[in-house]
């Protein structure tokens, strides 16, 4: 059974264990999908996120951290930062392969089955779509090949053009 799914829609809407944000280094809030978690989600995920940053100064680019998701229908949201895109050779794929990875480790420490994941770094940070998309999907599956406690992880897609390009790429490496 294919344990990855593509779909379409608001990640903060979607009932998983744990759903991931893509958030920035301060951890306060801002922006795209990170703006939209903190408002529907409220203010216990920032309580949360401030506890980390006075014990660890914030996450760093390609780590991860985990809080409560507040009101949100999901147990937890896992705080992951990507690399904003600066061409391609400031190490930028590596570090969103370890985006995933360390929110998928995180994930599995805190017995998440089910997890949603946004496509990150593709906004604001400017990432390339199709590029972020191969990164994505690769990552996840190579990491399930050994893993069988996690159920389903679902890639959530904002926009028609992420999700056509996530839908095809999981389809071309299913086949
Ligand atoms: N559900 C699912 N996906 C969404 C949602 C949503 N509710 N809202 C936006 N997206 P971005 P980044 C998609 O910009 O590029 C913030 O200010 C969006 O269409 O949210 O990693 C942080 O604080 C895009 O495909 O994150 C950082 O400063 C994807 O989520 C910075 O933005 C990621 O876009 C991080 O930039």
């Known amino acids: ?50 506890k980390i940053i006075a014990k660890q100064g914030g996450c760093k680019v390609g780590e991860a951290v985990i809080t409560t998701a507040g009101k949100l229908p999901s147990k937890f949201v896992i705080h992951t930062v990507g690399p904003v895109w600066n061409g391609g050779n400031k190490k930028e794929n590596e570090k969103l392969e370890n985006c995933y990875l360390n929110s998928l480790k995180l994930a599995i420490e805190n017995n998440c089955k089910t997890i949603a994941f946004p496509s990150i770094s593709t906004g604001i940070y400017k990432f390339p779509k199709d590029k972020a998309a191969k990164i994505a999907i690769k990552t996840i599956k190579d990491f399930l090949e050994t893993e069988n406690t996690i159920e389903k992880i679902i890639l959530v897609s904002f926009d028609d053009e992420n999700f056509n390009i996530l839908k095809n790429e999981l389809e071309s490496i299913e086949n």
Not at 16 to 35: E, M
């Open 1 to 50: 059974m294919n344990r990855i799914i593509v779909e379409k829609g608001d990640i903060t809407k979607i009932e998983v264990d744990a759903i991931v944000n893509a958030a920035n280094t301060s951890l306060l809030g801002g922006g795209g999908v990170d703006g939209a978690i903190h408002r529907a989600g409220g203010s216990n995920i920032l309580e949360d996120c401030r």
